[in-house]
């Protein structure tokens, strides 16, 4: 018989030994010993974050015949439960019985009387997968749903059901298993099996994991099978392809003294060591962010991969150039996928970095690349017939024969740089104009906004949703939301140009929320609160701010003559 996996064997079993999720914990275990269980659950979130393990324990808890200790463990259906085998509870995987066939059989059976608990339970997992005529279906029997039956829908991908479902359900927010609790849960485990684990390598498995509990069984289980039952740090940067936080610092140190030669032989032994670029990268990120921490309150207890040490040895490196490689490597992560050979891409991303000139910044974020440009007109070697209106422009013919040198080539226009200009913070007299015009309302709306961040944490928006994690609403309006924030580089941040643009249009665009973005520093904004209630008793409050949201840039597309001309040079080119 095949060894049972270390996420299978310790799948909780009871409410309390279930790992994070608190609320939602406590909210099912209140619901179901106060005889208040709905008839409709949706439990959406990341994956191996528990929301199968908490589907199956509500099912058993429900037909459990001790609701004081539900599910108690021991009386016959918890029992029948625990083994998979109760008649009552059934489990579905959406993503293979997708058809409206399989969901009217499920509704028909639904309509019968439980055969030995007290509901019949269904578990749908995965069911933003169902097509949309199983959709209508279940939509129909959630509105009226047969008498003691429950249903309980799991999503990794909410955002794909009916709205109309989600409004049947009580919906819970399943979030990632902190690293903290992972690290202790994997040490209890190794315990328990005889596994010789260093406290360090069980949380850098926690990190890898990323916040999932079942991710982080699989990586333990798999470390136990390479090392013999004994796990270091060692051992999960060779499976891995993972480096040292000290190579990581040496690799910035070279980009940041401009050695080049460093730089290509640190890369190309990356690259011979099998090492994982993506993930290195990332490490890369969570550095420079970690030494920003660290520069702007001196606080060792708030570092997690850093030690206090590694920080100071990072002190040269000012927290606007972290930010900016930080800024920079996100970028640069979209490209990896898509390139033939990640260590290129990588190298030449380091190296840009690298050669960049002291106090000066290209843009290459999406506002910058959506600014108009102004094409250069084409020389030609001779006048050209206007064609007709009514005639749609057809792109010019390039041959041997029809290149020429041109002797008076157009000027190239110069390459524009944007220089990242001081940001000056928001006087107190901004700020209480700011505060005028918010209102509980809009607070509220936009605080629910800022707990779904870590759903829109893409690739291409990673940027946006790690720097906004480091802040609170302060207040908010119908067109701006004041965020504060502990560290002054994240305000100077967010406050600077071409950054707010930028956050602006991720707000409205990917958030669906259009307000501009203030940033102030936790203590001003404890100062500013202070003057508002003493200045509001007096009625000496200013009048609201005028906010003017940013006008959205079209980039201007090229024509088919302006990419022939931009590919062999206007000095070579005839129109004909």
Same mark, same amino acid.
């Given at each position: 018989?095949?060894?049972?996996?270390?996420?299978?064997?310790?799948?909780?079993?009871?409410?309390?030994?279930?790992?994070?999720?608190?609320?939602?914990?406590?909210?099912?275990?209140?619901?179901?010993?106060?005889?208040?269980?709905?008839?409709?659950?949706?439990?959406?979130?990341?994956?191996?974050?528990?929301?199968?393990?908490?589907?199956?324990?509500?099912?058993?808890?429900?037909?459990?015949?001790?609701?004081?200790?539900?599910?108690?463990?021991?009386?016959?259906?918890?029992?029948?439960?625990?083994?998979?085998?109760?008649?009552?509870?059934?489990?579905?995987?959406?993503?293979?019985?997708?058809?409206?066939?399989?969901?009217?059989?499920?509704?028909?059976?639904?309509?019968?009387?439980?055969?030995?608990?007290?509901?019949?339970?269904?578990?749908?997992?995965?069911?933003?997968?169902?097509?949309?005529?199983?959709?209508?279906?279940?939509?129909?029997?959630?509105?009226?749903?047969?008498?003691?039956?429950?249903?309980?829908?799991?999503?990794?991908?909410?955002?794909?059901?009916?709205?109309?479902?989600?409004?049947?359900?009580?919906?819970?927010?399943?979030?990632?298993?902190?690293?903290?609790?992972?690290?202790?849960?994997?040490?209890?485990?190794?315990?328990?099996?005889? %596994? #010789?684990?260093?406290?360090?390598?069980? @949380?850098? =498995? *926690?990190? $890898?994991? &990323?916040?999932?509990?079942? !991710?982080?069984? +699989?990586?333990?289980?798999?470390?136990?099978?390479?090392?013999?039952?004994?796990?270091?740090?060692?051992?999960?940067?060779? %499976? #891995?392809?993972?480096?040292?936080?000290? @190579?990581? =610092? *040496?690799? $910035?140190? &070279?980009?940041?003294?401009? !050695?080049?030669? +460093?730089?290509?032989?640190?890369?190309?032994?990356?690259?011979?060591?099998?090492?994982?670029?993506?993930?290195?990268?990332?490490?890369?990120?969570?550095?420079?962010?970690?030494?920003? =921490?660290?520069?702007?309150?001196?606080?060792?207890?708030?570092?997690?991969?850093?030690?206090?040490?590694?920080?100071?040895?990072?002190?040269?490196?000012?927290?606007?150039?972290?930010?900016?490689?930080?800024?920079?490597?996100?970028?640069?992560?979209?490209?990896?996928?898509?390139?033939?050979?990640?260590?290129?891409?990588?190298?030449?991303?380091?190296?840009?970095?690298?050669?960049?000139?002291?106090?000066?910044?290209?843009?290459?974020?999406?506002?910058?690349?959506?600014?108009?440009?102004?094409?250069?007109?084409?020389?030609?070697?001779?006048?050209?017939?206007?064609?007709?209106?009514?005639?749609?422009?057809?792109?010019?013919?390039?041959?041997?024969?029809?290149?020429?040198?041109?002797?008076?080539?157009?000027?190239?226009?110069?390459?524009?740089?944007?220089?990242?200009?001081?940001?000056?913070?928001?006087?107190?007299?901004?700020?209480?104009?700011?505060?005028?015009?918010?209102?509980?309302?809009?607070?509220?709306?936009?605080?629910?906004?800022?707990?779904?961040?870590?759903?829109?944490?893409?690739?291409?928006?990673?940027?946006?949703?790690?720097?906004?994690?480091?802040?609170?609403?302060?207040?908010?309006?119908?067109?701006?939301?004041?965020?504060?924030?502990?560290?002054?580089?994240?305000?100077?941040?967010?406050?600077?140009?071409?950054?707010?643009?930028?956050?602006?249009?991720?707000?409205?665009?990917?958030?669906?929320?259009?307000?501009?973005?203030?940033?102030?520093?936790?203590?001003?904004?404890?100062?500013?609160?202070?003057?508002?209630?003493?200045?509001?008793?007096?009625?000496?409050?200013?009048?609201?701010?005028?906010?003017?949201?940013?006008?959205?840039?079209?980039?201007?597309?090229?024509?088919?003559?302006?990419?022939?001309?931009?590919?062999?040079?206007?000095?070579?080119?005839?129109?004909?």
């Amino acid at each position: 018989m095949a060894k049972l996996a270390l996420y299978q064997k310790y799948r909780s079993q009871t409410f309390e030994e279930v790992i994070g999720q608190e609320y939602i914990v406590r909210s099912i275990r209140n619901a179901v010993r106060e005889n208040k269980v709905g008839h409709a659950y949706l439990f959406c979130g990341p994956r191996g974050t528990g929301k199968t393990t908490m589907a199956r324990l509500l099912a058993k808890a429900v037909n459990c015949e001790h609701p004081e200790k539900a599910p108690c463990g021991e009386c016959p259906n918890c029992i029948a439960a625990t083994n998979g085998t109760h008649p009552d509870i059934v489990e579905i995987n959406a993503a293979n019985e997708t058809s409206v066939d399989n969901i009217r059989e499920l509704i028909d059976r639904s309509t019968l009387a439980p055969m030995q608990g007290k509901h019949k339970v269904y578990i749908i997992d995965e069911v933003h997968q169902l097509t949309s005529a199983a959709s209508s279906a279940l939509l129909k029997t959630l509105e009226e749903p047969p008498e003691n039956v429950i249903f309980i829908l799991a999503t990794t991908d909410p955002q794909k059901l009916l709205p109309t479902i989600i409004s049947r359900c009580q919906r819970y927010d399943f979030t990632k298993v902190k690293t903290s609790q992972i690290k202790d849960h994997l040490l209890d485990i190794a315990q328990k099996e005889n %596994i #010789y684990m260093d406290p360090d390598a069980a @949380e850098m =498995i *926690a990190v $890898l994991a &990323d916040g999932g509990m079942r !991710d982080s069984l +699989s990586i333990m289980d798999q470390c136990a099978s390479y090392t013999n039952d004994h796990i270091t740090v060692k051992d999960i940067n060779q %499976i #891995y392809g993972l480096a040292t936080v000290e @190579e990581k =610092i *040496a690799l $910035l140190k &070279d980009i940041q003294n401009k !050695d080049f030669a +460093s730089l290509i032989t640190r890369i190309q032994s990356y690259e011979e060591k099998g090492i994982d670029l993506s993930r290195f990268t990332d490490g890369l990120i969570d550095l420079l962010k970690e030494n920003v =921490i660290y520069q702007n309150t001196k606080k060792a207890e708030l570092l997690k991969t850093l030690t206090k040490e590694q920080a100071e040895s990072m002190s040269d490196m000012s927290s606007d150039t972290c930010l900016h490689v930080a800024e920079k490597l996100m970028d640069a992560k979209t490209r990896f996928k898509t390139a033939s050979n990640a260590a290129s891409a990588f190298e030449v991303t380091c190296l840009a970095i690298a050669a960049e000139k002291p106090q000066q910044v290209i843009y290459t974020s999406a506002s910058a690349a959506a600014a108009p440009t102004v094409q250069p007109k084409p020389v030609v070697s001779s006048p050209l017939p206007q064609p007709a209106k009514e005639t749609a422009p057809t792109a010019p013919s390039v041959s041997a024969s029809s290149v020429v040198k041109n002797s008076a080539p157009a000027e190239e226009p110069a390459e524009k740089h944007v220089e990242i200009q001081p940001v000056e913070p928001l006087t107190e007299e901004e700020i209480l104009s700011i505060l005028v015009l918010c209102n509980k309302t809009e607070k509220v709306k936009d605080e629910n906004t800022w707990a779904m961040l870590k759903n829109y944490a893409t690739l291409e928006n990673r940027k946006y949703t790690t720097l906004l994690a480091g802040t609170q609403i302060a207040g908010s309006g119908p067109d701006c939301i004041l965020v504060r924030a502990g560290t002054n580089a994240i305000v100077k941040r967010i406050n600077e140009k071409n950054m707010n643009r930028e956050l602006y249009n991720f707000l409205k665009n990917t958030m669906h929320t259009d307000k501009v973005l203030f940033a102030i520093s936790d203590a001003d904004f404890k100062s500013a609160v202070k003057a508002f209630m003493a200045r509001n008793k007096e009625g000496t409050l200013p009048e609201g701010k005028h906010i003017e949201k940013y006008q959205e840039i079209v980039e201007i597309q090229e024509t088919p003559q302006d990419k022939v001309l931009k590919l062999f040079g206007k000095e070579n080119v005839e129109v004909v």
